[in-house]
């Protein structure tokens, strides 16, 4: 009935010598004294308020007590915490524990220091409504979140509506638009219209609420889907299409996108059939990485150090499979040279030497991982290349246009040789390559590998220094020599006669790293050597 | 209904209520002359309904629990259009069936009724229901003030006439006798035709006040003349700068010549009494000598008032500096924020009740629980860091109150006297007197040049917990826990005037910019507007949910700021006596209050350890229901908040030139 139960009534007034209290006295009390003490407390709380308070004092208990003329309570002065313990063998009795203090150590203690002396010191709490930073105001940092929180709040006219988790509304139209973009990718992404579709992601203006919705389904599909070919590729074309709209504002959800554009790059198998040509949705992604990376790299600064990272882990992991490696290429190699420079040629050596054994007849006898394991070697030979023309084109003299048009003509053929390749050439070109590699992998290497390096490593390195010119168009022509018998042949192969000789090129002009470029170019040299009697053999056949 | 039974209830109702004689008597009659009982029942049925109840009324608790459960659950199913203004009756019903219970001592199932639907008002009038939560009693209701002014008063609730008939409709029906019981002696409908109003409208009709709101509503309609003072110093600059546009068109800028002269005529014509027109052409002339002030257009517009009190006079020099102040005045806006100074207490030992800052800044003085004021001069506070050349001319004030008993430096002066915690102190306009309150119930008047005490004046019976100055000095209001508010003068150690009404504690006071009002605040939620020369209650402002710890005036008469322990702060209209809008934003008690000078701005201080800066301009154009309909605009009006390091504010002070003065404890907690 009360808050105050009849125990209570009983042991107070056992306290002040009433030991033969009625029930029904007590009982009776109880209600009173309960509107007594919340009596007590309004008084208390005023007195609180007007001594500018927030938190009850004893004192302020004594001064409600005072205004009722009622006896303070003596002994509960707010020096610290009142500490209560609890009575034995009573469950809800407390008391306060009293120490004994002994009237000879009290006059004994040494005097307590003097409280300070109360003072004003002043200081500008605002100028002109700016608070300056003195230590005397509040620590900018603490100003700056909550004022920020404030400031939206008064300048926004209903910042709270804003923050509160609304639900994100769809437009019909645009739900349509959505249902019909997934249902043309996941089933008819051959179509024409899936095209149209392609086409209208990539300008229409309107588009910015669905990106969430884009993301999230792709993520979901990619997921899902990576036993379908034909899905992935669609999907990734949407991703394209996406990052072409200029409308759209895609960096929020690039977080959310890039593991699935990973996926579709590094996976260990995309598709489940034989026919999937997998190697062009790898090449395909990687440019749509290397596209994000250059939108994008600027603003994230750590998109492009966890890919290449991600990438780099794929390629110099043994244990992954050839279809990764040949990803991870494709990806860093789009990335641009000189991320081939930096990370993939270091790693050259080592890898090639895993490679080799992967590409030999003798050694693997499983045609599809030997053509994975070849085609891995095109793509490094191409990273490599690449990264090379790049090193050319530092040099003033090289870049002339005809090797411009003519490594652009070249990779051209490259990839159309490369798709013939995996169709037509397929059977055909394992015999020609074994033949290659018969012998001379170690035997034309050891000799030949040393009398190109006095001859092209050694020698110009003088010449660098005084002429540069000769130097470069001496070692243009066989360039342009190689080229055209290349275009004769029609062959892929070819390029790496050509990016040998650019090579040499490059590791001749490049002084300053002489002996590293040394090791290294021995090293590629091996590669390439291997590769020297494949045009013979083709020009045989 | 047949004769039988209605003997049978008279009789049950006799034996009910107690009465032995009667039931005997009344047995013996209807033994007597059964067939002489004339009384036409059959005709009444809302009396045969009553004496039904009576009857039936042997389980009274149940019932009130019973019905009042039915009525709100009806209540709740209602028709959304009706149910905001139904679900305002179920309050007071709940109310007075608690009420109801304890009267008639079924303590334990009133606590229960209490318990089982107090969650429903909680959101609403928490307060209240703290208090009532401790009625346990009969003798209670009696007792405690609110209970006892609920029982006396009916609550007045506006609502249209279809929510009243369905009201009643289902009362009747439903035959819940106890409901309709309460609502006929207890809620008095103020029915009105058409649509039900809008909810946002009538914030006050919830809240239970002791007086009813006709009352309130008939105090309102009294006339009162918010207009600032004829021939104010303000307004004869403003003339002057009038004037002094005139004047420019005509003559430029070439007045320089005659600065001195007219100086000087100024200063006899103050001499020989202020004829005003005179001083007014004199200020005129000076005044194109300097900075040409911009013009606002609030304070003339404003209605002159002629002040009910005789004024002091102020001395000449005293006028100069202060016309030179407004003068130099800073126009505040949103675009131009105020400095702001700041004053911080340190070592208080958690000691300082109130502080107050002079008018012009250079003065702080701070009240003590120990019943100490003390005072700092903060122009020798720069000083005293070493300046020992200027230490000669500080020895004209009297020194021993400098010098502590020991000798030791203080750096303020102490004025002891009061024999209880100092709760409020106030600077005359001047800054030569300080008035000090305390819990001794007197109040003290010191001399800052005397560094003495002057006069005690006794008058409350209880502490007195606020005094202020009038904004002319020589009189000041005090408001006291004695539930009144006093009205003095320098001169004499009794009130000229008491203010009583208020049905709880007078927390807080503030004078109308023309003396002719005081305004008060109090813990029973509301502020009141008093008459100064009659005495009389001119307005109740009804809106606060907490007591009201502070007001302000603002300085064109026309607004006052209120705020309240739960950190609303309220503008009210003086003449219309409505809200013009909450002001929210602070999350604990506001201490402190402050108008800028010319009235755009208002400043507030608050335990939340933070000086806002309101823009008021914008909203005293908006009226309340126009803001309603413009969403919760009101946030628009802070313009900036200027945290402090750990300090609650206690007080703020516009200087004269618009600079904010701000106090404060810095407290270790947090």
């Not at chain 1, 004994?108 to 409504?129: F, N, Q, Y």
Request: charged share 25%; aromatic share 8%; with cysteine.
């Amino acid at each position: 009935m009360s808050i105050v139960p009849k125990e209570t009534i009983e042991v107070i007034a056992q306290s002040i010598g009433i030991n033969n209290l009625s029930e029904d006295a007590a009982l009776s009390l109880a209600p009173d004294v309960e509107y007594r003490m919340r009596e007590v407390m309004q008084e208390a709380i005023k007195c609180m308020r007007h001594s500018k308070r927030t938190i009850l004092t004893s004192d302020d208990v004594d001064a409600a007590l005072n205004l009722r003329n009622v006896e303070p309570i003596y002994g509960f002065a707010s020096g610290g915490p009142l500490q209560f313990k609890r009575a034995i063998g009573h469950r809800d009795l407390f008391y306060i524990d009293d120490k004994d203090v002994d009237f000879k150590d009290v006059i004994e203690a040494p005097l307590p220091k003097a409280p300070l002396d109360t003072s004003v010191v002043c200081h500008w709490l605002a100028i002109e409504g700016v608070q300056p930073a003195i230590p005397e105001n509040a620590p900018l940092e603490v100003i700056a979140p909550p004022s920020d929180g404030k400031n939206s709040e008064q300048k926004d006219k209903l910042p709270v509506d804003i923050k509160l988790p609304v639900k994100h509304v769809l437009s019909r139209e645009l739900q349509l638009y959505f249902d019909k973009i997934t249902e043309l990718t996941l089933r008819r992404s051959d179509s024409a219209l899936f095209k149209e579709a392609l086409v209208s992601l990539a300008t229409d203006s309107g588009l910015h609420p669905l990106v969430p919705y884009f993301t999230c389904f792709i993520a979901d599909e990619v997921a899902c889907g990576l036993n379908d070919y034909k899905l992935l590729f669609a999907l990734m074309r949407v991703v394209w299409s996406l990052l072409q709209n200029p409308h759209i504002h895609i960096e929020p959800y690039l977080h959310q996108l890039m593991p699935s554009v990973v996926t579709c790059l590094v996976a260990k198998r995309l598709g489940n059939r034989f026919a999937d040509n997998h190697w062009e949705l790898r090449d395909f992604t990687a440019s749509l990485v290397a596209s994000i990376c250059k939108r994008f790299g600027h603003i994230y600064g750590s998109l492009q150090t966890r890919l290449t990272k991600t990438l780099l882990n794929a390629l110099l992991d043994p244990k992954r499979s050839l279809t990764q490696h040949y990803g991870a290429i494709q990806g860093l190699a789009a990335l641009g040279p000189n991320v081939v420079r930096l990370l993939v040629l270091p790693n050259l050596e080592p890898y090639l030497r895993v490679l080799e054994p992967e590409m030999l007849l003798e050694k693997q006898r499983n045609e599809m991982k030997r053509y994975e394991a070849w085609r891995v070697y095109g793509a490094l030979l191409r990273a490599a290349g690449k990264c090379i023309y790049d090193r050319l084109k530092i040099f003033p003299p090289l870049p002339s246009p005809p090797a411009h048009a003519v490594w652009r003509d070249n990779r051209k053929i490259v990839t159309c040789s490369n798709k013939r390749k995996a169709g037509t050439e397929h059977l055909e070109q394992p015999p020609p390559k074994r033949l290659a590699t018969d012998g001379p992998v170690d035997v034309v290497s050891t000799d030949l590998s040393p009398s190109h390096m006095p001859g092209e490593a050694i020698t110009p390195a003088p010449s660098n220094d005084s002429n540069v010119g000769p130097s470069t168009s001496s070692a243009h022509m066989p360039n342009s020599n190689d080229l055209d018998r290349k275009v004769e042949r029609g062959k892929g192969d070819h390029r790496s006669m050509k990016t040998s000789a650019i090579l040499n090129q490059v590791w001749k002009d490049d002084l300053k790293s002489g002996h590293l470029v040394a090791s290294l170019f021995e090293l590629f040299g091996q590669g390439i050597l291997s590769f020297i009697p494949a045009p013979e053999m083709s020009l045989f056949l | 209904m047949d004769e039988e039974q209605v003997v049978k209830f008279v009789e049950t109702y006799l034996k009910k209520k107690g009465f032995k004689q009667a039931e005997l008597a009344f047995q013996d009659e209807v033994q007597h002359n059964s067939n002489a009982n004339s009384v036409d029942i059959h005709s009444d049925p809302d009396l045969s309904l009553l004496l039904l109840s009576l009857s039936q009324s042997e389980d009274t608790p149940a019932r009130y629990n019973d019905e009042y459960s039915k009525l709100r659950s009806w209540t709740h199913s209602s028709l959304d259009l009706y149910k905001p203004e139904l679900l305002r009756v179920l309050y007071p019903v709940f109310v007075h069936c608690y009420m109801d219970l304890v009267a008639k001592g079924h303590m334990q199932e009133a606590r229960t009724f209490f318990n089982s639907f107090r969650e429903d008002h909680e959101m609403m009038h928490l307060r209240d229901l703290q208090k009532l939560e401790g009625v346990l009693s009969p003798s209670h209701l009696e007792e405690m003030e609110f209970a006892h002014t609920l029982r006396q008063s009916k609550v007045n609730i506006k609502i249209c006439q279809y929510s009243n008939e369905l009201l009643m409709q289902y009362l009747r029906n439903t035959k819940s006798t106890m409901m309709l019981g309460i609502v006929n002696d207890h809620i008095n409908f103020q029915v009105s035709p058409g649509q039900p109003s809008l909810i946002s409208d009538d914030a006050e009709v919830v809240t239970l006040i002791g007086s009813s709101q006709d009352a309130a509503n008939q105090i309102n309609k009294k006339e009162i003349h918010w207009g600032l003072l004829e021939d104010s110093l303000e307004e004869r600059l403003e003339n002057a700068g009038a004037l002094l546009s005139d004047s420019e068109k005509t003559e430029g800028e070439a007045k320089e010549g005659d600065l001195d002269e007219t100086k000087r005529r100024s200063i006899e014509g103050g001499k020989q009494g202020a004829s005003v027109k005179k001083l007014k052409k004199d200020k005129a002339a000076s005044a194109t000598a300097k900075v040409v002030r911009p013009e606002t257009n609030t304070g003339s517009m404003a209605p002159r008032v002629k002040s009910e009190l005789p004024l002091p006079v102020i001395p000449t020099e005293v006028e100069q500096s202060i016309v030179e102040d407004l003068r130099n005045r800073v126009q505040l806006s949103s675009a131009s924020l105020p400095s702001a100074s700041f004053y911080t207490f340190i070592n208080t030992h958690n000691g300082l009740n109130c502080s107050s800052i002079s008018h012009d800044g250079s003065l702080v003085a701070g009240g003590f629980s120990d019943s100490s004021l003390k005072v700092w001069d903060m122009a020798k506070l720069g000083q005293q860091s070493g300046n020992s050349v200027l230490q000669g001319e500080n020895d004209t004030a009297p020194s021993e109150h400098v010098l502590g008993p020991n000798g030791v430096k203080r750096s303020y002066s102490l004025f002891q006297g009061h024999s209880g915690p100092v709760y409020s102190a106030t600077f005359s306009p001047l800054g030569d007197f300080v008035l000090s309150s305390s819990a001794d119930t007197t109040i003290r008047l010191w001399s800052t040049k005397l560094n003495a005490n002057l006069v005690c004046y006794k008058g409350h019976n209880y502490p007195v917990w606020d005094v202020q100055f009038s904004p002319v000095g020589h009189y000041f209001a005090s408001a006291s826990h004695d539930r009144t508010a006093r009205i003095w003068s320098m001169d004499r150690i009794q009130p000229l005037r008491i203010m009583a009404g208020h049905l709880s504690d007078v927390d807080c006071v503030q004078w109308h910019a023309n003396c002719n009002y005081i305004a008060t605040g109090s813990s029973d939620k509301t502020v009141r507007l008093w008459d100064v020369q009659s005495g009389e209650c001119v307005r109740i402002f009804i809106g606060h949910r907490s007591m009201i710890l502070s007001l302000a005036m603002s300085p064109d008469g026309r607004y006052m700021a209120s705020a309240d322990e739960d950190g609303t702060i309220m503008m009210w209209d003086l003449s219309s006596g409505r809200c013009v809008l909450p002001l929210m934003g602070h999350n604990s008690c506001v201490w402190t209050l402050a108008f800028s000078c010319e009235g755009s701005m208002l400043a507030s201080g608050s335990a939340d350890c933070t000086v806002k800066l309101w823009d008021v301009t914008t909203s005293a154009k908006v009226t309340m229901t126009e803001e309603s309909k413009s969403g919760s605009a009101n946030r628009l009006r802070s313009l900036k908040t200027l945290p402090t390091k750990s300090t609650p504010v206690y007080t703020l002070r516009f200087s004269r030139r618009n600079l904010l003065f701000a106090a404060g404890v810095l407290s270790k907690s947090v």
